[in-house]
């Protein structure tokens, strides 16, 4: 079993789809104190801030600790999550018909191992239509995701071309960790 210091919904459905035992308690760190634009750099100091203040809170001696952050960078530009309507039709415009990157750092501790992972999806996507652009805003699945991109939703129908992992861009690259945690017997 480990802990998933994450409040993201979707990071739980990628590690019970890969039926990894867990229990999920996210923390209150405040990314708004973070300075750089740097989606990487952004990103690595977010999942730092929130696994610290989770490995203060419950430390790993009695269940291995899995933070993760991730951040949408389109056009030179960091995206994080939208703050309202307008700030979600500013990032699909700027997504639609170009290039975009999913960053996602995560963090593992448990006693025996320790990874720091940044892994980057990027997509190129197709010109996203108003009508389906207005419909996702309706639904308000567009919030709480950095970029208020949805790639196993809304965008997945824009898809021309990808170049990583499908999970790193939902926020956990699994394939990236179950290695690690076969390896060392942790799940």
């Known amino acids: 079993m480990i802990r998933l210091g994450s409040n993201s919904p979707t990071r739980a459905i990628i590690l ?48 291995p600790l899995l933070v993760a952050d991730s951040v949408v960078t389109s056009g030179g530009e960091l995206l994080r999550k939208a703050k309202d309507e307008n700030d979600v039709r500013r990032m699909l415009k700027l997504q639609s018909g ?17 990874i720091i992972d940044i892994s980057i999806t990027t997509y190129i996507f197709d010109i996203f239509e108003e009508t389906h652009i207005e419909e996702y805003i309706a639904s308000g699945e567009c919030y709480g ?3 208020a991109i949805m790639v196993e939703g809304f965008c997945k129908r824009y898809i021309k071309d990808v170049k990583g992992y499908e999970s790193n861009a939902m926020g956990l690259c699994i394939e990236k960790l179950l290695p690690f945690l076969e390896e060392s017997n942790e799940i």
């Open 16 to 63: 019970k789809e890969a039926k990894i035992d867990f229990v999920q308690n996210g923390g209150s760190f405040d990314e708004d104190k973070i300075k750089t634009t740097d989606p990487k750099a952004f990103v690595y100091e977010a999942t730092q801030g929130k696994y610290k203040e989770l490995y203060e809170k419950y430390g790993v001696n009695d269940m």
């Open 98 to 114: 170009s290039r975009t990157s999913v960053i996602t750092c995560m963090i593992y501790k448990s006693l025996n191992t320790e």
């Open 145 to 147: 995701k950095a970029g």
